[in-house]
């Protein structure tokens, strides 16, 4: 057995070899594979082998369409047969909203390059003729789409890995997992030890017992999936010996299962609810390529639907019961990347759509330990997407939660209920008072939208206009004419102190820092490449002191990057301060008057102008104050210690009430954000795009000196850049605006995509942010943009339609 290598894979499932395979296709022979048992024993051999192109996420999508188009070459690459049925997959719809749902992924799917069609429920009975289809209103197609026989893939692509010169042991459990004193890390087992570069883990059901090693407590717990395989049937035999095509995977979303041909009988794989998580305090050592009993009873619903469906599957005999585990997260995205807080330690789990995800997880996780980058945006699958408050009881009620919703319509407004509320700032009860509809993100409860007196507060979500349209409006025009309170607590918050700061910092962001105490600044972290990573508000202190805010979300993502960005010399010391401190945010032409009634600070222009930050007191409470806002209108942020956050917003209410104070969400936040082109990180920033094509020339500054990043973006600028950030006015929209990820036309041929969208209150226009070619990115570009399938004429307007000038923002 080897003691040295590059790179060592612990998990010889379909993930871990997917991993071990690009790694070896990217060039590094010197990688190693340890499996404690033989490859496939997990839930890689019991897997129904389906390879569902269909997601909502921009990420997971990307990764999907990889992993199929590998599979389809597999077999000539390797001479091992993979068994890859080329069928199609047929998603059934009942209502219009399903239909919504499928016109919004199809949208989706052309920006990545996904082959899509919609079917009449004519079509769908010429394509399947033992299929009932008298209730249905349609469907869409993936014809590319397929099966195939799980274990056979991942011996192909182990053989592809061995003939590039990767090494597999089989039988070789992992024990234990130690850092060496050379910054090495050393992986123990039971055949001798390896010292190595990085680690990998993909060790599926064995997820949070791997992490444990080092510990990581990795969110990830397996969820018992059954389905049913049954006894050929005879119309099924007829046509294999007719020659016709087999049906394709028939998946029935409003019922929640999905049905395929094996061997001229049928799978039935339902979605239950109620189906347990499992090794939730880890795999039993006696459990190895074992099943769970199955249990019917739990699928009688699915099972009348199939029948009721597809008839004939009620005329044949079960054959097998499959139950076995299978990996879950809390949104039931994978974790895919840098593990947080230790260097080289590379995670590659909790996939439960292991077989379909394998292929294009390893090819981005390859791309990220060779070159140091995945060259897509995987952020909907980055592993540092959830934090600490993501403990086992909340991993085992939201797994099962995930697994229960995979067939529901997932709207993009979607807030879904278990474990909640979990993290709740201070003024929680009293904004739920004020008829506050909540969501949360990364743990955090934050008001979505306020229903007024006399409506229910819970959302009617839709991918159209929906019960809160209105209220949003209401919310927005209150911002615009008088003044909002928004809760922001959940914001990411860092200090960042020490001799080494300054140096540090500049290194690390784009932008030039602030120069004078006080003063604040919009800075970018940009990947190597030239992308962009982070944004955060960064606020001088003092000489060698600063405080840093960032996205909610992006806690665990960013604080990881900062720590690993900082030097070791001790001249930097950064304190992750979040939850120390509460935001509340005002904003509005009356601002100035609220905040001038709660604190004896002078909010005049000259002593206190945009951009600039004052600690003074609101009632009683020391605040740190920072004229900035996310919504365009003249305002404050007030930061303040968490445990002072009632008596803050107390005050300000008690003093509002003449001057209309009145309580906004993020829904409305965003609408107002889009009438201003401000961008998020996720959507109009991304790795993929240059900072540059995302419209930073103000924030971005090469001139400045050495930074991450600077060199490939400059480079990327002289090579031409193929996208441009523009802002749109959408026409002809009645009750459905674009919410991102609409591609966009240009004579029929696809010439980018929208990013986000929504109602700009303010202007009275529906908007849409998002990419073009570069040439078509001039003002007055009339465009085409598909929303629900309708396309509606978009023209090109001129960035910060609302407020081009900054007047409200820096008004005196």
């Known amino acids: ?26 060039g590094w022979s010197d990688v190693v594979l340890l499996e404690r048992t033989e490859l496939t024993a997990g839930s890689t051999w019991h897997a129904a082998g389906l390879l569902p192109l269909f997601n909502m996420s ?4 990307q990764i999907h369409k990889h992993s199929v188009e590998l599979y389809k070459t597999l077999e000539e690459e390797t001479g091992q047969p993979v068994g890859f049925t080329v069928c199609g997959n047929l998603r059934l719809a009942t209502n219009r909203a399903r239909m919504d749902e499928y016109h919004h992924y199809a949208g989706t799917a052309r920006t990545i390059g996904v082959n899509v069609e919609f079917l009449t429920p004519k079509d769908i009975k010429d394509m399947v003729p033992f299929c009932e289809t008298g ?44 850092r060496t004193p050379g910054g090495e890390w050393l992986v123990k087992t039971d055949k001798g030890d390896i010292t190595c570069e990085h680690v990998v883990s993909a060790t599926g059901n064995y997820a949070r017992q791997t992490g444990r090693m080092v510990g990581l407590d990795i969110p990830a717990i397996p969820v018992e999936h059954q389905y049913i395989v049954t006894e050929p049937h005879p119309l099924l035999q007829e046509r294999k010996k007719n020659g016709e095509r087999e049906m394709p995977v028939l998946r029935e979303s409003d019922a929640s299962y999905y049905l395929r041909e094996e061997r001229q009988g049928l799978i039935l794989g339902p979605y239950e609810k109620g189906a347990p998580a499992c090794f939730v305090d880890g795999v039993p050592p006696t459990f190895e390529k074992d099943l769970f009993p199955g249990d019917l009873e739990r699928l009688e619903p699915h099972i009348e639907a199939a029948i009721a469906r597809v008839p004939i599957f009620g005329e044949v005999g079960v054959k097998e019961v499959i139950n076995g585990p299978i990996a879950y997260t809390p949104d039931g995205s994978p974790l895919v990347g840098p593990a947080w807080g230790l260097p080289n330690f590379w995670i590659n789990e909790g996939h439960s759509f292991g077989i379909t995800a394998a292929g294009g997880a390893g090819w981005q996780l390859a791309e990220w330990i060779v070159e140091g980058q995945p060259s897509i945006d995987m952020l909907g699958v980055d592993a540092r997407r959830f934090g600490d408050y993501a403990g086992k009881a909340y991993l085992k009620t939201k797994n099962e939660e995930a697994y229960a919703n995979v067939f529901v319509i997932h709207y993009h407004d979607e807030e879904r209920p278990a474990a909640r509320p979990l993290k709740t700032a201070p003024c929680y009860d009293r904004m739920k008072a004020l008829g506050a509809v909540f969501g949360q993100k990364y743990g955090w409860e934050r008001p979505n939208w306020f229903a007024p007196e006399g409506v229910e507060a819970k959302d009617d979500w839709s991918f159209r206009r929906t019960n809160y349209f209105e209220h949003v409006g209401n919310e927005c025009r209150n911002v615009a004419e008088h003044v909002g309170v928004l809760d922001m607590t959940a914001f990411s918050k860092f200090q960042v102190s020490g001799s080494g700061a300054e140096a540090y910092l500049d290194r690390l962001v784009a932008n030039r820092l602030p120069k004078t105490i006080g003063r604040v600044g919009l800075c970018h972290a940009l990947n190597k490449l030239g992308g962009v990573r982070s944004e955060f508000t960064i606020v001088r202190d003092g000489p060698e002191s600063f405080y840093l805010v960032s996205a909610g979300a992006m806690e665990r993502y960013d604080w990881d990057y900062l720590c690993k960005q900082a030097p070791g010399d001790g001249s930097v010391r950064l304190d992750k301060i979040t939850t120390q401190h509460g935001v509340l945010v005002v904003a509005g032409p009356k601002s100035r008057d609220l905040m001038q009634r709660v604190s004896n600070a002078d909010f005049s222009n000259a002593a206190f102008p945009w951009l600039t930050s004052r600690f003074a007191d609101v009632g009683v409470a020391p605040c740190r104050l920072v004229r900035v806002n996310f919504v365009g209108e003249l305002g404050w942020e007030i930061h303040h210690p968490l445990e002072m956050q009632n008596h803050i917003f107390d005050a300000l209410m008690d003093a509002g009430g003449d001057l209309e104070l009145k309580p906004f969400g993020i829904r409305a936040m965003n609408n107002l954000r889009l009438e ?10 991304s790795i993929e795009y240059a900072a540059f094509e995302s419209g930073l020339q103000r924030f971005v500054h090469p001139n400045k000196g050495d930074f991450i990043g600077r060199d490939a973006l400059v480079a990327w600028q002289q090579r031409g850049f193929q996208n441009a950030f523009v802002t749109l006015e959408v026409e002809g929209v009645t009750d459905a605006d674009a919410i991102g990820n609409e591609p966009l036309f240009k004579d029929g041929e696809m010439v980018g995509r929208a990013t986000a969208g929504g109602y700009g209150w303010r202007l009275g226009k529906s908007l849409a942010l998002g ?21 509606h004429a978009a023209r090109v307007i001129e960035d910060s339609p609302y407020d081009p000038q900054n007047e409200r923002l820096r008004a005196g």
């Not at 040295?4 to 990217?26: Q, S």
């Not at 201003?676 to 920033?685: F, H, I, P």
């Open 771 to 791: 990419f073009l070619k570069p040439a078509l990115a001039e003002l007055g570009t009339e465009v085409e943009i598909e929303i629900l399938g309708k396309n």
């Open 135 to 178: 209730d249905l209103v349609g469907a869409i197609l993936h014809p590319d789409d397929g099966y195939i026989q799980s274990a056979d893939v991942t011996m192909a692509m182990a053989k592809g890995a061995r003939d590039r010169g990767a090494t597999i042991y089989q039988h070789t459990p992992v024990t234990g997992i130690e």
């Open 58 to 61: 921009y990420s997971v999508g």
């Open 1 to 26: 057995m080897k003691s040295h290598a590059r790179v060592v894979v612990i998990g010889g499932g379909v993930v871990g070899v997917g991993t071990l395979y690009h790694l070896a296709k990217k």
């Open 676 to 685: 201003k082109s401000y961008r998020l990180v996720g959507t109009e920033l």
